[in-house]
Structure formats: C-alpha cells, structure tokens
C-alpha cells in the first residue's frame, strides 16, 4: 500500500510564494512519475506538474515560468515551488504518484492553496 501525505498550503496574497511538500511512503519501489494536480471550485482537475524518475518534467502552460517542481528520488519526495502566485492559482493541489509495478495511480488528500488579490 502506498501512502502520499502533501504539506505547505495556505493563504498568500498575489505575487507571493508558496512551496508544497510531498511524502511517498509505503510500497514505493517501482516509482515513476511523481507531480501535482490542482481542482478549483466548480472545475475539473488539472495538471500543474510533473517530472518522472528519469527528471523528465511536464508543466501546464498556466504556470510555466512561475512554478518549480523537483524531486528526491532517495527519498521519495515532491516539491512544487510556487513563484508569482496569482487568484487564479487558488484551488485544492493534490500530490500524485504513478507506480510501474504493480501499475497504479496514487492520490493525497489534497492542501488548499489560496491567492488573494
């Protein structure tokens, strides 16, 4: 079983950082990619950003050049530095992990990051 625990939401105002943390735990041998989602109210889920155990990343256009998504592969962590932060950025973030073996997504609970303008 694989456990994803997600920390550092909160409130900022526009402009402001935000740096989101991310733990795997559990089962997390055969680990591959490892990134962030978002789900604002009232809208789908979204991609924010990824980047796979070989450190190929893959951002959505919204927040190229503003956010930061690294990894310890050691450690089997998931950091999203947030830069520039705007309103529009306010949403639920969920961590997100895909395993190879046996093949699976995993979710965490969610942390609510909030933009105020």
């Known amino acids: 079983q694989v456990q994803l625990a997600e920390s550092g939401g909160g409130l900022v105002q526009a402009g402001g950082s935000l740096r989101l943390s991310c733990a795997a735990s559990?089962?997390?041998?055969?680990?591959?990619?490892m990134g962030w989602y978002r789900q604002a109210p009232g809208k789908q889920r979204e991609l924010v950003a990824t980047?796979?155990?070989?450190?190929?990343?893959n951002y959505a256009d919204s927040v190229k050049g503003r956010f930061t998504i690294s990894r310890d592969n050691a450690k089997n962590t998931v950091q999203l530095q947030m830069n520039s932060l705007k309103p529009e950025d306010t949403a639920v973030y969920y961590c997100?992990?895909?395993?190879?073996?046996?093949?699976?997504?995993?979710w965490g609970r969610g942390t609510q990051v909030t933009v105020s303008s």
């Open positions: 980047l796979s155990s070989s450190l190929v990343t």
């Open positions: 559990g089962s997390t041998r055969s680990l591959n990619i």
């Open positions: 997100y992990g895909n395993f190879i073996f046996p093949p699976g997504d995993y």
